[in-house]
């Protein structure tokens, strides 16, 4: 499972009350990703990282920030949650074969 | 940007059943990556194709890349309700480190 762990594994808010996501890898992997998935549009990437504090945008980045201050951890903040940003979030690192992505088990998010 | 389309988008079959599901693309990856995703929990790697016309084989199914690497194509033989779920296809561009993925095929197996 490579060792990507997500938390928490759900979580209801607020609209309008910040969110932070975290992902946490323990193997040391450059890369990290975040998407989000919802019903009808797939695995739609949010932001990514390339190392620490190297982080850039994806598709569908408006809304939310990243950071990266050390290797294993990735986080994900939703300064002001708005409904739309229901959905479930996955983590996901890069493999050794710079192919292969390896997914957390993915949180999910209710905005009320 | 590429334009990948995967079919059908959901399908809905008796155990026992053969299937085939599609990922067809404008453009020329250097690979194209299957994932399985069950519910409730992230997408797993299948399989990864690398050259046109390659055929892999896992179990009952059987992986396609096409002779111009433009698109895929997944067969089940057989399927079994273990094989319920989504299928992504993933392609790579060379030296690319930004995925893309199809918006999948949602399959259920019946029992």
């Known amino acids: 499972d490579a060792g990507i762990t997500q938390s928490p594994r759900h979580k209801v808010t607020e609209t309008g009350t910040p969110v932070t996501l975290r992902c946490h890898q323990t193997e040391n992997h450059r890369y990290m990703y975040w998407y989000r998935q919802d019903p009808g549009h797939g695995l739609r990437l949010i932001h990514y990282?390339?190392?620490?504090?190297?982080?850039d945008k994806g598709e569908v980045s408006d809304g939310y920030s990243v950071s990266r201050s050390k290797t294993e951890d990735f986080l994900l903040t939703l300064e002001s949650a708005t409904s739309s940003q229901t959905s479930v979030y996955f983590c996901?690192?890069?493999?050794?074969?710079?192919?292969?992505?390896?997914f957390g088990p993915g949180t999910r998010l209710l905005v009320l | 940007t590429q334009l990948l389309e995967q079919s059908p988008q959901f399908l809905s079959i008796q155990e026992g059943e053969n299937l085939t599901v599609y990922c067809n693309s404008s453009s020329v990856f250097s690979s194209l990556q299957w994932y399985r995703q069950e519910p409730g929990e992230g997408p797993v790697l299948l399989v990864t194709v690398v050259t046109g016309g390659e055929v892999k084989k896992l179990k009952r199914l059987t992986f396609q890349f096409g002779d111009a690497r433009k698109d895929s194509s997944l067969h089940i033989t057989a399927a079994q309700p273990g094989d319920t779920g989504l299928y992504l296809c993933a392609p790579s561009e060379g030296g690319s480190y930004i995925p893309t993925f199809g918006r999948g095929t949602s399959l259920i197996v019946h029992p």
């Open positions: 996901a690192i890069k493999g050794t074969d710079q192919e292969t992505q390896y």
């Open positions: 990282s390339y190392g620490v504090k190297d982080t």
